[in-house]
């Protein structure tokens, strides 16, 4: 599967798996490059802490509030090292004025996101 359906939204429902397997869904902002999606998020976030442990996930186009709209797709995640984060970064700020304005940079991450 592909993220076709996804590019040109502005929200995707990024949904991680804790260790019982419970479902935690969150809106986020997202950019595509090449068939991949990128997300900024805290250091901290749960989601975070759940991908490191689990890298599978669904990803599936959603409103500002989480209401998915359309399909999810199954997918793989990663937590970018800092090395590689510069293009997801630069990315995200094309794509989102607010993103270029971030004044905690210091403590997000960028998630890398693969169709499984």
Known sequence: MSFDHLKHGKYISLVTFRKD?????????????EGKLYVKTRADA????RVRRNAEV????C????????????????VLPESE?????????RKYLFAR???FEGRNVYLEIAPA
């Not at 509030?65 to 995640?77: E, L, N, Q």
Request: hydrophobic share 50%.
């Open 46 to 49: 749960g989601k975070v802490k």
């Open 85 to 93: 984060a510069t293009m997801a970064r630069a990315l995200l700020g």
């Open 21 to 33: 397997g419970t479902a935690v869904a969150t809106p986020v902002w997202f950019a595509e490059r």
């Open 58 to 61: 669904r990803v599936a186009p």
């Open 101 to 103: 304005l971030s004044l």
């Open 63 to 78: 409103t500002f509030r989480g209401s998915v709209t359309g399909p999810a797709v199954a997918a793989k995640a990663r």
